[in-house]
Protein backbone atom coordinates (compact mmCIF):
# COMPACT_ATOMS: atom_id res chain seq x y z
CA UNK A 1 0.00 0.00 0.00
CA UNK A 2 1.18 3.59 -1.19
CA UNK A 3 0.93 6.73 1.35
CA UNK A 4 0.45 10.11 0.17
CA UNK A 5 2.10 13.18 1.73
CA UNK A 6 1.55 16.78 1.31
CA UNK A 7 2.15 20.11 2.46
CA UNK A 8 0.13 20.25 5.55
CA UNK A 9 1.43 16.93 6.58
CA UNK A 10 3.63 18.48 9.67
CA UNK A 11 2.21 18.90 13.03
CA UNK A 12 1.35 22.79 14.54
CA UNK A 13 2.54 21.88 18.03
CA UNK A 14 4.00 25.16 19.96
CA UNK A 15 6.58 26.76 18.53
CA UNK A 16 9.85 27.63 20.85
CA UNK A 17 11.79 30.75 20.70
CA UNK A 18 15.32 31.77 20.99
CA UNK A 19 14.54 35.08 23.20
CA UNK A 20 16.35 33.70 25.89
CA UNK A 21 19.25 31.45 24.49
CA UNK A 22 22.83 32.88 23.57
CA UNK A 23 24.41 32.96 20.13
CA UNK A 24 20.52 32.90 18.94
CA UNK A 25 21.62 34.46 15.36
CA UNK A 26 23.48 31.36 14.25
CA UNK A 27 20.08 29.00 13.24
CA UNK A 28 17.44 32.42 13.52
CA UNK A 29 14.90 32.91 11.22
CA UNK A 30 14.59 36.81 10.55
CA UNK A 31 11.66 38.27 8.65
CA UNK A 32 12.70 41.06 6.59
CA UNK A 33 9.63 44.00 7.30
CA UNK A 34 9.93 46.80 4.43
CA UNK A 35 7.50 49.54 6.61
CA UNK A 36 6.08 51.25 4.10
CA UNK A 37 4.43 48.19 2.40
CA UNK A 38 3.93 46.26 5.66
CA UNK A 39 0.66 47.82 7.18
CA UNK A 40 -0.59 51.10 7.33
CA UNK A 41 -2.09 51.75 10.59
CA UNK A 42 -3.61 55.67 9.65
CA UNK A 43 -5.03 55.40 6.56
CA UNK A 44 -2.42 57.41 4.33
CA UNK A 45 -1.74 54.86 2.35
CA UNK A 46 1.61 54.28 3.41
CA UNK A 47 3.03 51.45 6.02
CA UNK A 48 4.01 52.41 9.05
CA UNK A 49 5.88 51.65 12.24
CA UNK A 50 2.15 50.88 14.11
CA UNK A 51 0.76 49.70 11.37
CA UNK A 52 4.20 47.01 12.14
CA UNK A 53 3.32 46.78 15.54
CA UNK A 54 -0.46 45.58 15.33
CA UNK A 55 1.20 42.65 13.22
CA UNK A 56 3.58 41.74 15.73
CA UNK A 57 1.63 38.61 16.36
CA UNK A 58 0.73 37.63 12.87
CA UNK A 59 4.78 37.18 13.12
CA UNK A 60 5.36 35.46 15.90
CA UNK A 61 2.69 32.97 14.97
CA UNK A 62 4.73 32.45 11.99
CA UNK A 63 7.29 31.28 13.18
CA UNK A 64 10.23 33.59 12.66
CA UNK A 65 12.96 34.79 15.69
CA UNK A 66 13.76 37.96 14.56
CA UNK A 67 12.51 41.19 12.53
CA UNK A 68 14.66 43.44 10.36
CA UNK A 69 12.78 46.74 9.68
CA UNK A 70 13.99 48.72 6.42
CA UNK A 71 15.00 52.02 7.24
CA UNK A 72 12.48 54.62 8.50
CA UNK A 73 14.71 57.27 9.39
CA UNK A 74 13.67 60.83 8.67
CA UNK A 75 14.64 61.40 5.06
CA UNK A 76 13.28 63.13 2.21
CA UNK A 77 13.04 59.69 1.05
CA UNK A 78 14.56 59.83 -2.88
CA UNK A 79 15.50 56.37 -2.54
CA UNK A 80 12.39 55.03 0.04
CA UNK A 81 14.68 56.01 3.24
CA UNK A 82 17.94 54.89 2.11
CA UNK A 83 18.64 58.40 2.00
CA UNK A 84 18.75 59.45 5.43
CA UNK A 85 18.72 62.99 7.42
CA UNK A 86 18.46 62.34 10.75
CA UNK A 87 19.69 58.92 12.17
CA UNK A 88 18.03 59.77 15.59
CA UNK A 89 14.75 60.86 14.32
CA UNK A 90 11.65 58.30 12.71
CA UNK A 91 10.17 59.73 9.58
CA UNK A 92 6.85 60.96 10.13
CA UNK A 93 5.52 59.01 7.47
CA UNK A 94 6.57 56.18 9.64
CA UNK A 95 5.49 57.68 13.18
CA UNK A 96 8.12 59.03 16.20
CA UNK A 97 10.44 57.86 18.62
CA UNK A 98 7.59 56.67 21.20
CA UNK A 99 6.38 54.25 18.50
CA UNK A 100 9.59 53.15 17.50
CA UNK A 101 9.93 52.72 21.29
CA UNK A 102 6.73 50.90 21.73
CA UNK A 103 7.40 48.38 18.30
CA UNK A 104 10.54 47.06 20.15
CA UNK A 105 8.79 46.50 23.61
CA UNK A 106 5.96 44.59 22.37
CA UNK A 107 8.54 42.43 20.31
CA UNK A 108 10.32 41.39 23.21
CA UNK A 109 7.45 40.90 24.77
CA UNK A 110 6.11 38.58 22.19
CA UNK A 111 9.81 36.98 22.25
CA UNK A 112 10.93 38.66 18.58
CA UNK A 113 13.93 40.42 18.22
CA UNK A 114 14.51 43.72 16.42
CA UNK A 115 17.45 44.52 14.28
CA UNK A 116 16.93 48.14 12.63
CA UNK A 117 18.93 48.88 9.19
CA UNK A 118 21.96 50.95 9.46
CA UNK A 119 22.98 53.08 6.41
CA UNK A 120 26.62 54.54 6.84
CA UNK A 121 27.94 54.50 3.73
CA UNK A 122 25.80 57.62 2.67
CA UNK A 123 23.48 60.29 3.90
CA UNK A 124 21.39 62.32 2.33
CA UNK A 125 21.90 65.52 0.96
CA UNK A 126 19.66 67.04 3.38
CA UNK A 127 21.50 66.04 6.30
CA UNK A 128 22.66 68.73 8.37
CA UNK A 129 26.49 67.91 7.50
CA UNK A 130 26.13 68.23 3.48
CA UNK A 131 23.96 71.48 4.13
CA UNK A 132 26.25 73.38 6.12
CA UNK A 133 29.05 72.10 3.51
CA UNK A 134 26.99 73.46 0.91
CA UNK A 135 26.95 76.43 2.44
CA UNK A 136 30.41 77.25 4.18
CA UNK A 137 32.10 76.28 0.21
CA UNK A 138 35.46 75.00 -0.78
CA UNK A 139 37.73 74.10 2.00
CA UNK A 140 35.17 74.23 4.87
CA UNK A 141 36.20 71.39 7.59
CA UNK A 142 32.57 69.82 7.00
CA UNK A 143 33.39 68.99 3.31
CA UNK A 144 36.01 67.27 4.28
CA UNK A 145 33.30 64.51 5.80
CA UNK A 146 32.10 63.92 2.46
CA UNK A 147 34.14 63.32 -1.01
CA UNK A 148 34.62 66.92 -2.69
CA UNK A 149 36.94 67.22 -5.17
CA UNK A 150 37.72 69.93 -8.08
CA UNK A 151 36.57 68.53 -11.57
CA UNK A 152 39.26 67.77 -14.50
CA UNK A 153 39.00 69.65 -17.72
CA UNK A 154 40.13 73.20 -18.19
CA UNK A 155 37.56 74.98 -15.98
CA UNK A 156 36.89 71.78 -13.72
CA UNK A 157 33.69 71.03 -16.04
CA UNK A 158 34.51 67.53 -16.11
CA UNK A 159 34.28 64.51 -13.15
CA UNK A 160 36.80 64.10 -10.79
CA UNK A 161 37.36 60.15 -12.02
CA UNK A 162 35.55 57.96 -13.99
CA UNK A 163 33.37 56.07 -11.58
CA UNK A 164 30.03 55.47 -12.51
CA UNK A 165 26.79 55.36 -10.38
CA UNK A 166 24.84 52.50 -9.06
CA UNK A 167 21.61 53.82 -10.72
CA UNK A 168 23.47 54.62 -13.76
CA UNK A 169 25.28 57.99 -14.93
CA UNK A 170 28.70 59.05 -13.36
CA UNK A 171 29.26 58.97 -9.79
CA UNK A 172 29.84 62.76 -9.72
CA UNK A 173 27.54 66.11 -9.36
CA UNK A 174 29.12 69.53 -9.83
CA UNK A 175 27.93 72.15 -7.42
CA UNK A 176 26.67 75.62 -7.62
CA UNK A 177 29.41 77.44 -4.71
CA UNK A 178 27.45 79.97 -2.42
CA UNK A 179 28.61 83.00 -4.64
CA UNK A 180 26.43 81.23 -7.72
CA UNK A 181 29.77 79.77 -10.01
CA UNK A 182 29.76 75.98 -10.85
CA UNK A 183 32.49 74.27 -8.17
CA UNK A 184 33.45 71.70 -7.19
CA UNK A 185 32.01 67.54 -7.23
CA UNK A 186 30.62 65.18 -4.48
CA UNK A 187 30.95 61.36 -4.52
CA UNK A 188 27.89 59.70 -4.86
CA UNK A 189 27.79 55.84 -5.79
CA UNK A 190 24.09 55.98 -5.82
CA UNK A 191 21.38 58.84 -6.16
CA UNK A 192 23.00 62.25 -6.83
CA UNK A 193 20.41 62.72 -3.19
CA UNK A 194 22.63 60.63 -1.65
CA UNK A 195 26.25 61.85 -1.00
CA UNK A 196 29.29 59.25 0.02
CA UNK A 197 30.24 60.24 3.71
CA UNK A 198 34.56 60.27 3.67
CA UNK A 199 35.36 57.73 6.62
CA UNK A 200 38.59 58.71 6.58
CA UNK A 201 37.53 61.39 8.71
CA UNK A 202 37.47 60.75 12.10
CA UNK A 203 34.25 62.85 12.72
CA UNK A 204 32.34 60.31 10.32
CA UNK A 205 33.52 57.43 12.75
CA UNK A 206 32.81 58.91 15.86
CA UNK A 207 29.12 59.80 14.59
CA UNK A 208 28.14 56.33 13.74
CA UNK A 209 29.23 54.85 17.00
CA UNK A 210 27.05 57.77 18.52
CA UNK A 211 24.36 56.37 16.51
CA UNK A 212 24.91 52.82 17.31
CA UNK A 213 24.74 53.73 21.31
CA UNK A 214 21.51 55.20 20.28
CA UNK A 215 19.63 52.65 19.14
CA UNK A 216 21.25 49.91 21.31
CA UNK A 217 20.27 52.38 24.02
CA UNK A 218 16.84 52.21 22.69
CA UNK A 219 16.54 48.09 23.26
CA UNK A 220 17.18 47.29 19.30
CA UNK A 221 19.08 43.61 19.17
CA UNK A 222 21.26 44.47 16.42
CA UNK A 223 21.68 46.17 12.95
CA UNK A 224 21.62 44.77 9.11
CA UNK A 225 24.60 47.16 7.89
CA UNK A 226 23.43 48.80 4.36
CA UNK A 227 26.32 48.80 1.65
CA UNK A 228 28.83 47.34 4.29
CA UNK A 229 31.39 46.65 1.29
CA UNK A 230 31.39 50.48 0.24
CA UNK A 231 32.44 52.66 3.25
CA UNK A 232 36.27 53.08 2.31
CA UNK A 233 37.59 54.20 -1.41
CA UNK A 234 40.73 53.34 -2.64
CA UNK A 235 43.25 55.75 -1.85
CA UNK A 236 43.69 58.19 -4.42
CA UNK A 237 40.14 57.53 -5.93
CA UNK A 238 41.75 56.21 -8.84
CA UNK A 239 39.65 55.88 -12.38
CA UNK A 240 38.70 52.05 -12.95
CA UNK A 241 39.36 52.61 -16.56
CA UNK A 242 36.43 51.15 -17.67
CA UNK A 243 32.56 51.62 -18.76
CA UNK A 244 29.60 50.05 -18.17
CA UNK A 245 31.18 49.25 -14.56
CA UNK A 246 28.38 47.72 -13.32
CA UNK A 247 28.85 44.25 -15.42
CA UNK A 248 31.89 44.23 -13.02
CA UNK A 249 30.31 44.46 -9.89
CA UNK A 250 30.75 40.97 -7.89
CA UNK A 251 33.30 39.77 -10.05
CA UNK A 252 36.35 41.88 -8.68
CA UNK A 253 37.14 43.80 -6.15
CA UNK A 254 36.52 47.78 -6.68
CA UNK A 255 37.96 50.59 -6.00
CA UNK A 256 34.75 52.12 -3.98
CA UNK A 257 33.64 48.11 -2.69
CA UNK A 258 34.88 45.88 -0.82
CA UNK A 259 38.75 47.78 -0.03
CA UNK A 260 39.83 45.95 3.44
CA UNK A 261 40.10 49.40 5.43
CA UNK A 262 36.62 48.52 6.16
CA UNK A 263 37.43 46.10 8.34
CA UNK A 264 39.25 48.14 11.01
CA UNK A 265 35.96 50.40 10.66
CA UNK A 266 33.90 46.76 12.28
CA UNK A 267 36.10 46.28 14.45
CA UNK A 268 35.91 49.28 16.30
CA UNK A 269 31.94 48.83 15.88
CA UNK A 270 32.12 45.05 17.67
CA UNK A 271 33.78 46.80 20.34
CA UNK A 272 30.94 48.91 20.91
CA UNK A 273 28.31 46.60 20.25
CA UNK A 274 30.34 44.23 22.95
CA UNK A 275 29.67 46.98 25.79
CA UNK A 276 26.09 45.78 25.90
CA UNK A 277 24.58 42.84 27.37
CA UNK A 278 21.77 40.16 25.44
CA UNK A 279 23.68 39.02 22.50
CA UNK A 280 23.54 41.82 19.68
CA UNK A 281 24.71 41.25 16.37
CA UNK A 282 25.41 42.91 12.96
CA UNK A 283 24.78 41.50 9.39
CA UNK A 284 26.57 42.85 6.39
CA UNK A 285 25.26 43.78 2.93
CA UNK A 286 28.36 42.86 1.38
CA UNK A 287 28.28 42.38 -2.17
CA UNK A 288 31.71 41.14 -2.93
CA UNK A 289 33.34 39.06 -5.55
CA UNK A 290 33.57 35.62 -4.20
CA UNK A 291 32.28 34.28 -0.78
CA UNK A 292 35.52 33.31 0.39
CA UNK A 293 35.95 37.72 0.62
CA UNK A 294 32.15 37.53 2.62
CA UNK A 295 33.52 35.64 4.94
CA UNK A 296 36.53 37.67 6.03
CA UNK A 297 33.51 40.57 7.54
CA UNK A 298 32.82 37.73 9.95
CA UNK A 299 35.77 37.19 11.56
CA UNK A 300 35.71 36.49 15.80
CA UNK A 301 36.53 40.43 15.97
CA UNK A 302 33.63 41.71 13.22
CA UNK A 303 30.36 40.91 12.58
CA UNK A 304 28.13 38.05 12.92
CA UNK A 305 26.60 37.08 9.49
CA UNK A 306 26.52 38.59 6.01
CA UNK A 307 23.91 38.18 3.23
CA UNK A 308 24.63 35.43 0.91
CA UNK A 309 24.17 36.30 -2.44
CA UNK A 310 25.54 34.13 -4.24
CA UNK A 311 23.16 31.70 -3.05
CA UNK A 312 19.94 34.10 -3.72
CA UNK A 313 21.86 34.50 -7.42
CA UNK A 314 21.80 30.58 -8.10
CA UNK A 315 19.50 28.87 -10.33
CA UNK A 316 17.31 25.84 -9.81
CA UNK A 317 19.37 23.50 -10.36
CA UNK A 318 20.96 20.64 -8.20
CA UNK A 319 24.63 20.73 -9.14
CA UNK A 320 24.49 24.53 -9.21
CA UNK A 321 23.02 24.47 -5.64
CA UNK A 322 24.97 21.80 -4.11
CA UNK A 323 28.53 23.73 -5.38
CA UNK A 324 27.09 27.23 -3.86
CA UNK A 325 26.43 25.12 -0.41
CA UNK A 326 29.39 23.44 0.00
CA UNK A 327 31.51 27.11 -1.14
CA UNK A 328 29.70 28.86 1.21
CA UNK A 329 30.08 26.50 4.33
CA UNK A 330 33.56 26.00 3.72
CA UNK A 331 33.75 29.62 3.22
CA UNK A 332 32.50 30.19 6.84
CA UNK A 333 33.81 27.14 8.83
CA UNK A 334 37.32 28.53 9.42
CA UNK A 335 35.58 32.41 11.16
CA UNK A 336 33.49 30.59 12.55
CA UNK A 337 30.22 31.96 11.75
CA UNK A 338 27.01 30.80 10.63
CA UNK A 339 26.22 30.71 6.98
CA UNK A 340 22.91 32.68 6.03
CA UNK A 341 20.78 31.96 2.92
CA UNK A 342 18.10 34.16 1.18
CA UNK A 343 15.94 33.66 -1.63
CA UNK A 344 14.14 37.75 -2.02
CA UNK A 345 14.34 40.85 -0.44
CA UNK A 346 13.53 44.26 -0.97
CA UNK A 347 16.23 44.65 -4.61
CA UNK A 348 15.58 42.06 -6.26
CA UNK A 349 12.36 40.32 -8.06
CA UNK A 350 10.70 37.73 -5.75
CA UNK A 351 11.93 34.37 -5.81
CA UNK A 352 8.30 33.50 -6.98
CA UNK A 353 8.57 34.79 -10.48
CA UNK A 354 12.17 34.27 -10.65
CA UNK A 355 11.40 30.61 -10.71
CA UNK A 356 8.57 31.39 -12.93
CA UNK A 357 11.19 32.41 -16.17
CA UNK A 358 14.28 30.97 -17.57
CA UNK A 359 17.52 31.00 -15.92
CA UNK A 360 19.91 33.51 -16.62
CA UNK A 361 18.05 36.80 -16.54
CA UNK A 362 19.07 38.10 -13.55
CA UNK A 363 17.82 38.96 -9.97
CA UNK A 364 15.37 42.18 -11.69
CA UNK A 365 12.89 40.70 -13.94
CA UNK A 366 9.86 42.06 -15.89
CA UNK A 367 8.56 39.24 -17.27
CA UNK A 368 5.64 36.84 -15.40
CA UNK A 369 7.08 33.70 -16.96
CA UNK A 370 4.82 30.40 -15.67
CA UNK A 371 3.44 31.53 -12.11
CA UNK A 372 2.76 28.05 -11.72
CA UNK A 373 5.84 26.86 -11.78
CA UNK A 374 7.01 30.05 -10.09
CA UNK A 375 5.53 28.87 -6.95
CA UNK A 376 6.25 25.21 -7.11
CA UNK A 377 9.93 26.72 -7.33
CA UNK A 378 9.53 28.92 -4.90
CA UNK A 379 7.75 26.42 -2.53
CA UNK A 380 10.64 24.04 -2.57
CA UNK A 381 13.59 26.41 -2.66
CA UNK A 382 11.87 27.69 0.45
CA UNK A 383 11.92 24.11 2.43
CA UNK A 384 15.39 23.56 1.02
CA UNK A 385 16.61 26.87 2.39
CA UNK A 386 15.49 26.22 5.66
CA UNK A 387 16.96 22.83 5.87
CA UNK A 388 20.26 24.02 5.55
CA UNK A 389 22.56 24.62 8.58
CA UNK A 390 22.66 28.77 9.90
CA UNK A 391 20.53 31.34 9.56
CA UNK A 392 17.71 31.54 7.22
CA UNK A 393 16.52 35.17 5.67
CA UNK A 394 12.56 35.82 4.78
CA UNK A 395 11.01 39.25 3.13
CA UNK A 396 7.39 40.12 3.51
CA UNK A 397 5.28 38.32 1.77
CA UNK A 398 7.17 35.20 0.25
CA UNK A 399 5.00 33.32 2.90
CA UNK A 400 1.90 34.23 0.60
CA UNK A 401 3.84 33.00 -2.23
CA UNK A 402 3.35 36.70 -3.35
CA UNK A 403 5.05 37.26 -7.67
CA UNK A 404 6.65 40.49 -8.34
CA UNK A 405 3.86 42.92 -9.95
CA UNK A 406 5.38 42.91 -13.29
CA UNK A 407 2.91 45.21 -14.68
CA UNK A 408 3.25 48.41 -12.43
CA UNK A 409 2.66 51.31 -15.11
CA UNK A 410 5.38 53.70 -15.78
CA UNK A 411 3.55 56.72 -14.23
CA UNK A 412 3.80 55.02 -10.69
CA UNK A 413 7.08 53.54 -10.58
CA UNK A 414 8.70 55.18 -7.84
CA UNK A 415 12.64 53.36 -7.94
CA UNK A 416 15.13 55.42 -8.60
CA UNK A 417 17.39 53.71 -10.36
CA UNK A 418 14.32 53.23 -12.74
CA UNK A 419 14.45 57.29 -13.94
CA UNK A 420 17.92 57.01 -14.46
CA UNK A 421 19.80 55.43 -17.71
CA UNK A 422 22.73 52.42 -17.54
CA UNK A 423 22.02 51.95 -13.86
CA UNK A 424 20.23 48.71 -12.14
CA UNK A 425 17.22 47.95 -14.25
CA UNK A 426 14.90 50.24 -11.95
CA UNK A 427 12.42 47.59 -11.43
CA UNK A 428 12.60 47.02 -7.51
CA UNK A 429 8.97 48.46 -6.97
CA UNK A 430 7.31 45.03 -8.05
CA UNK A 431 8.73 43.52 -4.95
CA UNK A 432 7.56 46.29 -2.89
CA UNK A 433 3.82 46.31 -3.53
CA UNK A 434 2.19 46.75 -0.24
CA UNK A 435 1.11 42.97 0.84
CA UNK A 436 -2.34 41.61 0.86
CA UNK A 437 -3.99 40.85 4.50
CA UNK A 438 -7.70 40.51 3.66
CA UNK A 439 -9.78 38.87 0.55
CA UNK A 440 -11.31 42.37 0.09
CA UNK A 441 -11.49 46.14 1.15
CA UNK A 442 -9.73 48.92 -1.16
CA UNK A 443 -6.12 47.81 0.04
CA UNK A 444 -6.90 44.07 1.25
CA UNK A 445 -6.20 44.72 4.75
CA UNK A 446 -3.09 47.04 4.04
CA UNK A 447 -4.65 49.87 5.55
CA UNK A 448 -8.05 52.15 5.23
CA UNK A 449 -6.90 54.20 2.28
CA UNK A 450 -5.65 52.71 -0.56
CA UNK A 451 -1.84 51.87 -0.84
CA UNK A 452 1.23 53.62 -2.22
CA UNK A 453 1.88 51.45 -5.26
CA UNK A 454 -1.60 49.90 -6.72
CA UNK A 455 -1.82 46.46 -5.85
CA UNK A 456 -2.98 44.03 -8.76
CA UNK A 457 -6.50 42.83 -8.81
CA UNK A 458 -7.00 39.36 -7.22
CA UNK A 459 -4.35 40.52 -4.65
CA UNK A 460 -7.20 39.20 -2.21
CA UNK A 461 -6.91 35.48 -3.31
CA UNK A 462 -3.43 35.19 -1.75
CA UNK A 463 -4.12 37.12 1.32
CA UNK A 464 -3.29 36.14 4.65
CA UNK A 465 -7.41 35.17 5.62
CA UNK A 466 -7.40 33.75 2.61
CA UNK A 467 -4.73 30.79 3.71
CA UNK A 468 -5.07 30.68 6.91
CA UNK A 469 -6.01 27.07 7.74
CA UNK A 470 -6.29 25.91 4.15
CA UNK A 471 -4.56 22.82 3.98
CA UNK A 472 -1.81 23.36 1.40
CA UNK A 473 -1.59 27.03 0.84
CA UNK A 474 1.71 28.92 0.84
CA UNK A 475 1.42 30.40 4.19
CA UNK A 476 0.52 26.85 6.03
CA UNK A 477 3.60 25.22 4.39
CA UNK A 478 5.70 28.42 5.86
CA UNK A 479 4.20 27.76 9.23
CA UNK A 480 4.21 24.41 9.53
CA UNK A 481 8.28 24.47 8.09
CA UNK A 482 9.58 26.93 10.43
CA UNK A 483 7.29 25.28 13.66
CA UNK A 484 9.46 21.59 12.14
CA UNK A 485 12.32 23.60 12.38
CA UNK A 486 12.19 24.60 15.79
CA UNK A 487 11.17 21.57 17.38
CA UNK A 488 13.90 19.54 15.42
CA UNK A 489 17.33 19.16 16.98
CA UNK A 490 19.32 18.36 13.83
CA UNK A 491 17.61 21.47 12.33
CA UNK A 492 19.13 25.13 12.28
CA UNK A 493 22.84 25.89 13.68
CA UNK A 494 25.97 23.93 12.39
CA UNK A 495 28.32 23.90 9.61
CA UNK A 496 28.04 20.68 7.63
CA UNK A 497 25.80 18.58 5.63
CA UNK A 498 26.24 14.43 4.26
CA UNK A 499 25.36 14.63 0.89
CA UNK A 500 23.57 11.21 -0.48
CA UNK A 501 23.47 9.44 -3.31
CA UNK A 502 20.59 11.06 -5.54
CA UNK A 503 18.95 10.57 -9.20
CA UNK A 504 20.61 13.18 -11.11
CA UNK A 505 18.72 16.87 -10.75
CA UNK A 506 17.74 15.87 -7.13
CA UNK A 507 19.75 16.82 -4.11
CA UNK A 508 20.06 14.67 -1.01
CA UNK A 509 21.41 15.36 2.57
CA UNK A 510 21.64 14.14 5.81
CA UNK A 511 21.73 16.23 8.96
CA UNK A 512 21.15 13.49 11.91
CA UNK A 513 18.34 11.90 11.71
CA UNK A 514 17.25 14.64 9.49
CA UNK A 515 16.79 14.33 5.66
CA UNK A 516 16.04 16.84 3.13
CA UNK A 517 15.48 15.72 -0.88
CA UNK A 518 14.71 18.66 -3.30
CA UNK A 519 14.27 17.77 -6.98
CA UNK A 520 15.01 20.41 -9.22
CA UNK A 521 14.91 18.29 -12.05
CA UNK A 522 11.86 18.72 -14.91
CA UNK A 523 10.31 14.99 -14.05
CA UNK A 524 9.50 12.82 -11.08
CA UNK A 525 12.34 11.09 -9.37
CA UNK A 526 12.11 7.90 -7.32
CA UNK A 527 14.35 8.18 -4.62
CA UNK A 528 14.68 5.91 -1.12
CA UNK A 529 12.16 7.07 1.24
CA UNK A 530 14.70 8.25 4.37
CA UNK A 531 11.99 7.39 6.94
CA UNK A 532 9.05 9.35 8.04
CA UNK A 533 7.98 12.06 5.82
CA UNK A 534 7.79 15.13 7.87
CA UNK A 535 6.67 17.64 5.47
CA UNK A 536 6.82 18.22 1.85
CA UNK A 537 6.35 21.14 -0.80
CA UNK A 538 3.74 19.08 -2.90
CA UNK A 539 2.50 15.38 -2.41
CA UNK A 540 4.68 12.36 -2.41
CA UNK A 541 4.07 8.79 -2.33
CA UNK A 542 5.54 6.51 -0.54
CA UNK A 543 5.36 2.59 -1.48
CA UNK A 544 6.13 -0.22 0.36
CA UNK A 545 9.17 -1.52 -0.81
CA UNK A 546 10.83 1.84 0.41
CA UNK A 547 11.04 4.17 -2.52
CA UNK A 548 8.88 7.35 -2.56
CA UNK A 549 8.24 9.27 -6.12
CA UNK A 550 9.06 12.73 -5.62
CA UNK A 551 7.39 15.52 -8.41
CA UNK A 552 9.37 17.67 -10.49
CA UNK A 553 10.14 20.77 -7.91
CA UNK A 554 9.02 19.57 -4.90
CA UNK A 555 11.12 19.25 -1.72
CA UNK A 556 10.83 17.25 1.06
CA UNK A 557 11.78 16.64 4.55
CA UNK A 558 12.10 13.34 6.19
CA UNK A 559 12.94 12.09 9.73
CA UNK A 560 14.19 8.95 10.97
CA UNK A 561 11.54 6.59 12.38
Known amino acids: MSQQYSADSAPKSALVTVADRRDWWRDAVIYQVYPRSFADSNGDGMGDLEGVRSR ?22 ADA ?12 MFGNLLDADALIRDAHELGLRIIVDLVPNHSSDQHEWFKRALAEGPGSPTRERYHFRAGQ ?7 PNDWESIFGGPAWTRVTEPDGTPGEWYLHLFAPEQPDFDWDHPAVGDEFR ?15 IDVAHGLVKAEGLPDLGSHEQLKLLGNDVMPFFDQDGVHEIYRQWRLVLDEYSGDRIFVAEAWTPTIERTANYVRPDELHQAFNFQYLSTHWDAEELRACIDRTLDAMRPVGAPATWVLSNHDVTRHATRFANPAGLGTQIRLAGDRELGLRRARAATLLMLALPGSAYLYQGEELGLPDVVDLPDEVRQDPAYFRGAGQDGFRDGCRVPIPWDREGSSYGFGGGGSWLPQPAGWGELSVEAQTGVAGSTLELYRAALAARSEQADLGAGDRVEWLKAPEGVLAFRRGAFVCTANTGGEAATVRAYGRVLLASGEVTVTDDGEAKVPADVTVWWIAD
Open 56 to 77: LPYLRDLGVDAVWLSPFYASPQ
Open 81 to 92: GYDVADYRAVDP
Open 153 to 159: GENGELP
Open 210 to 224: SVLRFWLDMGVDGFR
